[in-house]
């Protein structure tokens, strides 16, 4: 137990999951508050729990998970979710990057990153940092991020609009990934044609 009340796994989650940049919409999503509403949805959370509680085995071997379906039904939800069971079940092998320790004298925690990123966003924000040299900085960490922890939730791929550089970007990192053993959860409302046509097979 700390001054703050908190013990030193919760502190660390907390630092962890700060640093995973979940929305705040899913920032206490957890299989726990997943409910159901259909057996589809039932077996989806099922795979979930198995996929978190082999995790740290999953990480190692680079293996991911894609989730297909239609909107609000949770895909992003569960994904979330994955991530929270795998970091809290083994908080001492995750950490987070050191430039994103708010403040001076906070602890460094060691160990694999992870993070979610909404693809119409990355790829918004590598575009706008073209000749924009103060929105450089930012884009390249997203993008960092995005290529090197070792667990990524690609959420909402085939969103954004198709176009020659999209699917040069998305190629060259899902490639990236895949080549480095690095884990990918991919979130997707597009079929698996759809999705062809925009990155490429996957
Ligand atoms: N079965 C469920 N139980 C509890 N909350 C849910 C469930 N399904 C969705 N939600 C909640 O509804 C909202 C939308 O869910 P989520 O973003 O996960 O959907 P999605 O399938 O990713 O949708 P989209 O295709 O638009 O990205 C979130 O706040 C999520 O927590
Ligand atoms: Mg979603």
């Given amino acids: 137990m700390s001054i703050t009340g908190f013990s030193s796994e919760e502190l ?36 979930c729990r198995v996929f ?31 991530l929270r069971a795998i970091v809290v079940s083994n908080i001492d092998r995750f950490g987070r990057p050191a430039s994103e320790n708010g403040f001076v004298g906070e602890p460094v925690y060691e160990g694999f990153y992870c993070s979610m990123v909404s693809v119409v966003d990355l790829l918004g924000t590598l575009r706008e940092s073209f000749g924009v ?36 970007q998305l190629y060259a990192l899902i490639d990236l990934r895949y080549r480095m053993l690095r884990s990918t959860i991919f979130t997707t409302n597009c079929s698996m044609k759809k999705l062809e046509g925009q990155i490429g097979s996957l």
């Avoid at 630092?15 to 159901?36: D, H, M, N």
């Avoid at 509403?37 to 099922?46: G, H, I, N, S």
């Avoid at 509680?53 to 895909?75: E, H, P, S």
């Avoid at 884009?139 to 176009?163: C, N, Q, T, W, Y």
């Fill in 12 to 47: 660390r989650f907390q630092a962890v999951w700060s640093s995973c940049r979940i929305p705040p919409r899913l920032a206490g999503a957890s299989f726990e508050t997943y409910k159901p509403t259909c057996p589809e949805q039932q077996r989806a959370l099922e795979k």
């Fill in 52 to 82: 978190a509680a082999n995790g740290l085995d999953n990480i190692n071997q680079g293996r991911g998970l894609f989730f297909q379906g239609a909107v609000g039904t949770g895909k992003s939800h569960l994904s979330a979710s994955i």
């Fill in 133 to 168: 040299e103060q929105f450089r900085a930012p884009a390249r960490r997203l993008l960092h991020r995005a290529r090197s922890d070792a667990v990524v939730i690609l959420d909402d791929i085939g969103a954004e609009k198709p176009s020659e550089w999209v699917e040069e």
